[in-house]
């Protein structure tokens, strides 16, 4: 059997690539910058914060929770969801360091 293109990138790569996709919808964006300003945990008014379906937000959510980004707790009937600091701290040091890496030069490239 093949290996699939992922395998040929370390693990570092592959996780940073999932959080990065989690995030590259402007949707997603908008939900961690609400979840972020509210600095606690969100429980259902993102359907109106933001005007879209509770259907399309549980997706955005689903897919932010799956990359690591956020977590979510049950309370009641509703789901209660909030910034994993571990994953977000993660986040920033690695963009930090791809960011960081890069040194500009004073002659032109290309």
């Known amino acids: 059997m093949g290996i ?3 395998d ?3 693990k570092q790569q592959n996780e940073l690539a999932v959080q ?3 995030i590259a919808h402007p949707a997603r964006i908008a939900i961690l910058q609400h979840i972020i300003a509210a600095n606690a945990c969100i429980c259902g008014d993102l359907v109106e ?3 879209l379906a509770q259907a399309t937000i549980s ?3 689903k897919e932010l929770k799956n990359a690591g980004l956020i977590q979510g707790t049950i309370e009641g009937v509703s789901v209660c969801y909030c910034i994993e600091p571990k994953a977000w701290k993660a986040l920033q040091l690695e963009l930090n360091v791809l960011f960081g890496s890069y040194k500009e030069k004073q002659d032109n490239c290309c």
């Open 4 to 6: 699939t293109k992922t």
């Open 8 to 10: 040929i990138f370390n």
């Open 20 to 22: 990065l996709k989690a």
């Open 49 to 51: 914060e933001l005007g």
């Open 59 to 61: 997706q955005h959510l």
